[in-house]
């Protein structure tokens, strides 16, 4: 059984910053994909950021500039920095995993943006 498990997310005002991490753990035997989405309320989950095993990325238009996204294949980890964070980018996060070919998600975590 795969678990992913996602830690970082809270409260910050306009313009700081914040750190997501996500871990996954169980009978891991390949992993492909690693990334975050997100969703707002009223709005369809969307992706914010993939990172490749070979460290290839993908971003966002919206988040380009301020987001990066990293892994750790050794450790099974993928965390997303996000800096100059606006109001649009509240939502809950979501991480992803493609693992042996499956997808698996962690439980989402909140990102609040406000003054």
């Known amino acids: 059984q795969v678990q992913l498990v996602e830690s970082g997310g809270g409260l910050v005002q306009p313009g700081g910053s914040l750190r997501l991490s996500c871990a996954a753990s169980?009978?891991?035997?390949?992993?492909?994909?690693m990334g975050w989405y997100r969703q707002a309320p009223g709005k369809q989950r969307e992706l914010v950021a993939r990172i490749t095993s070979g460290g290839s990325t993908d971003y966002a238009d919206s988040v380009k500039g301020r987001f990066t996204i990293s892994r750790d294949n050794a450790k099974s980890t993928v965390s997303l920095q996000m800096n100059s964070l606006k109001p649009e980018d509240t939502a809950v996060y979501y991480c992803h995993a493609q693992i042996s070919f499956r997808n698996y998600w962690g439980q989402g975590t909140q990102v609040t943006v406000s003054s």
């Open positions: 169980g009978s891991i035997f390949a992993i492909g994909f």
